[in-house]
């Protein structure tokens, strides 16, 4: 089965007076790129959040923000009046550009804020960390389900495109005897314009089906199919196959390639074109697989 490298989860956990929200999302990336954001006072629970975030999503361009708010019940603690002051600026700021209202209770609104209101002299419990994992595991949960369901959909399209190259490779077949036959006749037609000129039939043939061989496409189109069979058979595969279906792809497209520079027929010509365009696509999508 396929995985996307995007995807969003969220989760929220609490723990008494505490309210524990992670947010990850996560977009395609050759190697695992992660951002952690989380206040201050749990930076050294950051290590352990990084190598869960690690163990489940392997690859991609993530960003993980855990915010923690004190419910209505919280106890007293200290605000941070700078920390205050600046977020009402930025509401103000804010309302005067959109045209909406100022919050009526400012004080309510500004001690909701993160970090405005933090507990006197406390000390961060482990009871505090499991809290956090747990959102942060939620949030992980989330983010895995959704990059289930695009990689499903990603399954389904190329599925379709690999379909659509196999039935334009179907196709090369019935042209191939009209073209060697076209190339046969044109250097016919080119040795009889030449007058007085006398040459070794036998000679000719034998340099005819010399040079009729090199435009030969029959290995092109045995490799092209095993690739065909061998994506799909990949795509099926553990998750995690994103690069191999990458190298996969570029061996496709050395043989389309091959293809159309021996074609030497216009209609051939025309399929190589089609057979490109779906390659280009399926690669375009492939950045996004895990």
Sequence with gaps: MILSMTGFGSSVAECGELKFTAEIKS???KQLD?????PQQYREAEMGLRGDIAQRLERGKVEATITVEANETAAAGVVNVAMARRYKEMIEEMSTELGVPAP??????LLRMPDVLKPENRV???DEVDALRRAVGGALDGLVEFRTQEGARLEKF???KIEAIQGLLLEVPQYEGERIERIRGRIFDALEKLQGVDYDKNRFEQEMIFYIEKLDITEEKIRLQNHLDYFLKTMKGAPGQGKKL???TQEMGREINTLGSKANHAELQ????RMKDHLEQIKEQILNVM
Excluded: H, K, Q
């Excluded at 992660?34 to 989380?38: A, M």
């Excluded at 009526?104 to 609104?109: G, K, L, N, R």
């Excluded at 025309?270 to 074109?273: G, L, S």
């Design 124 to 126: 961060v419990g482990t």
């Design 270 to 273: 025309r399929i190589v074109v």
């Design 158 to 160: 190329f599925e379709e």
């Design 104 to 109: 009526t209770d400012w004080s309510a609104t």
């Design 246 to 248: 990458g190298f996969i």
């Design 34 to 38: 992660l951002s952690v954001r989380l």
């Design 27 to 29: 977009l395609n990336s």
